[in-house]
């Protein structure tokens, strides 16, 4: 049996960063540059149960 948790502090924060150009829908022609990020996940938890037969 294993339990893994994830976030545990609840951090608002980024897992990665990246720089590049973009535009949205709507926006005037032309892009952007500007940092994009991927945040870190939620705090959650795993509990994982083995059997061997």
């Not at 980024?14 to 926006?27: M, N, W």
């Not at 005037?28 to 083995?50: C, K, M, Q, W, Y």
């Amino acid at each position: 049996m294993a339990l893994d948790v994830f976030n545990l502090f609840d951090r608002q924060a980024s897992d990665i960063d990246y720089y590049y150009a973009s535009r949205l829908p709507g926006e005037a022609t032309g892009s952007v540059n500007d940092i994009h990020f991927h945040a870190v996940e939620p705090r959650s938890s795993r509990l994982t149960l083995t059997a061997n037969f």
